[in-house]
Antibody, heavy 122, light 110 residues
Framework: QVQLQESGPGLVKPSETLSLTCTVS????????WSWIRQPPGKGLEWIGY???????NYNPSLKSRVTISGDTSKNQFSLNLSSVTAADTAEYYC????????????????WGKGTTVTVSS | QSALTQPPSASGSPGQSVTISCTGT?????????VSWYQQHPGKAPKFMIY???KRPSGVPDRFSGSKSGNTASLTVSGLQAEDEADYYC??????????FGTGTKVTVL
């Protein structure tokens, strides 16, 4: 049973870079796609992007200029870096596995971590 | 890309059915049969409930069903139970733009 756990600073200053890590257990990141999704307080979900173990990535166009998602197979972890943050980036951040269930078809976010709260404030 | 439009709330009594709509455009919902639905209880992570419009992952009760017509997808919860009270989000594949989520619907079991 694959499990995901987010970790990282809970408080980030404006204009700095938000960095989070997702540790995967019960499965290898050398398969499937691995995603980040966020949810501002009291609001809906927003897909940030994903990376595939081969190294390819796909990002939300609205965040693309500030986002990098990468993986470390030696640690079975993948990471999110979001630069030049503002208060609008305050949110619960989730990591998730994305798996293709139909052939052909895109991957679906089927297993999620519990989330981590990030506040952007000076 | 704009969020898919869902009604803010929906409700039903135990045993009844409730249907939630999810309206997008021809670039997302209308362009692909890759709509999924997620259930989120307060303070919890979303749970994967439906994929490819109407398919259920293993373990999801058959009380949950999905459909799509044009640019609008729908989730129906039949035989409502107290544990179904939660927020529900649709999501659609949007091609090169990745994925877009809906605005969310709070389902209340009366």
């Amino acid at each position: 049973q694959v499990q995901l756990q987010e970790s990282g600073p809970g408080l980030v200053k404006p204009s700095e870079t938000l960095s989070l890590t997702c540790t995967v257990s019960g499965g290898s990141i050398s398969s499937y796609h691995w995603s980040w999704i966020r949810q501002p307080p009291g609001k809906g979900l927003e897909w940030i992007g994903y990376f595939y173990y081969s190294g390819s990535t796909n990002y939300n166009p609205s965040l693309k200029s500030r986002v990098t998602i990468s993986g470390d197979t030696s640690k079975n972890q993948f990471s999110l870096n979001l630069s030049s943050v503002t208060a609008a980036d305050t949110a619960e951040y989730y990591c998730a596995r994305a798996r293709t269930l139909g052939v052909p078809g895109p991957p679906y976010m089927d297993v999620w971590g519990k989330g981590t709260t990030v506040t952007v404030s000076s | 890309q704009s969020a898919l439009t869902q009604p803010p709330s929906a409700s039903g009594s135990p045993g009844q059915s409730v249907t939630i709509s999810c309206t997008g455009t021809s670039s997302d919902v209308g362009g692909y049969n890759y709509v999924s639905w997620y259930q989120q209880h307060p303070g919890k992570a979303p749970k994967f409930m439906i994929y490819e419009v109407n398919k259920r992952p293993s373990g999801v009760p058959d009380r949950f069903s999905g459909s799509k017509s044009g640019n609008t997808a729908s989730l129906t919860v039949s035989g409502l139970q107290a544990e179904d009270e939660a927020d529900y989000y649709c999501s659609s594949y949007a091609g090169i733009n990745g994925y877009v989520f809906g605005t969310g619907t709070k389902v209340t079991v009366l």
